[in-house]
């Protein structure tokens, strides 16, 4: 049984460019939730996609938007970087119908030159 | 709004030791309460949960009792590996429904050694 899945594992990028991070959900979960973390930080709730519509957001600016598709994945899509931008974007999976425990994946680390 | 504090660390310790990581927090409502753990290099894994006031969740040696009165969370386990290094997330989850975000704290790092 496949666990949550992200692409790619590192990715570079320079300020002002835009950069698209991919997910797939446990194998059964129906919900994607994404996290920034911030090197030496706790994991910061971005927004949450259930049924291909974003569910619930944090405290994060229009830059950060996302997409969840018919087959449950997801993406999360950030314009106009900043140096601040650079972490470890976390994605979780779970299922509205089970105990709505969150599984998280590996992680993609986001550095902003 | 909802939050989480945990000690800082580092905690080091040497084997065999007993571990206490101390976490407490600020919910409305009757929250979930869970430790996740990240080793390098890694997401975060689940490591015990609690859903209710009094439940104790446990996990590979690892204890935590759910304590409304003081809310507190704090993670405990009798004799630590070198192996048991890693970072330990306190989190709460609050309401009962499937959309629920997942609050932090900012981690404590342990370090066992031989």
């Known amino acids: 049984d496949a666990g949550v899945t992200q692409s790619p594992t590192h990715l570079i990028k320079t300020r002002g460019q835009q950069v698209t991070l991919r997910c797939s959900p446990k194998?059964?979960?129906?919900?994607v939730s994404w996290y920034q973390q911030a090197l030496g930080q706790g994991p910061q709730f971005i927004f949450q996609?259930?049924?291909?519509?974003?569910?619930q957001r944090g405290n994060f600016p229009d830059r950060f938007s996302g997409h969840q598709f018919p087959n449950y994945s997801s993406e999360l899509n950030v314009n106009a970087l900043l140096l601040g931008d650079s972490a470890l974007y976390l994605c979780?999976?779970?299922?509205?119908?089970?105990?709505?425990?969150?599984?998280f994946g590996p992680g993609t680390r986001l550095t902003v030159t | 709004g909802d939050s989480v504090t945990q000690m800082e660390g580092p905690v080091t310790l040497s084997e065999e030791a007993f571990l206490t990581i101390n976490c407490t927090y600020t919910?409305?409502?009757?929250?979930?309460l869970f430790w996740y753990v990240q080793y390098p290099g890694e997401g975060l894994q689940l490591l015990l949960k609690?859903?209710?006031?009094?439940d104790k969740g446990s996990n590979k040696g690892f204890e935590a009792t759910y304590r409304k009165e003081t809310t507190s969370f704090h993670l405990e386990k009798g004799s630590v590996q070198v192996s048991d290094s890693a970072v330990y997330f306190c989190?709460?989850?609050?309401?009962?429904?499937?959309?629920?975000?997942?609050?932090f704290g900012t981690g404590t790092r342990l370090l066992v050694s031989p």
């Open positions: 979780a999976s779970s299922s509205v119908s089970g105990t709505y425990e969150q599984y």
């Open positions: 194998s059964g979960h129906d919900t």
């Open positions: 996609y259930y049924e291909e519509e974003e569910r």
């Open positions: 919910a409305t409502g009757y929250p979930s």
């Open positions: 609690a859903t209710k006031a009094d």
């Open positions: 989190a709460l989850r609050g309401g009962n429904t499937g959309f629920q975000k997942l609050v």
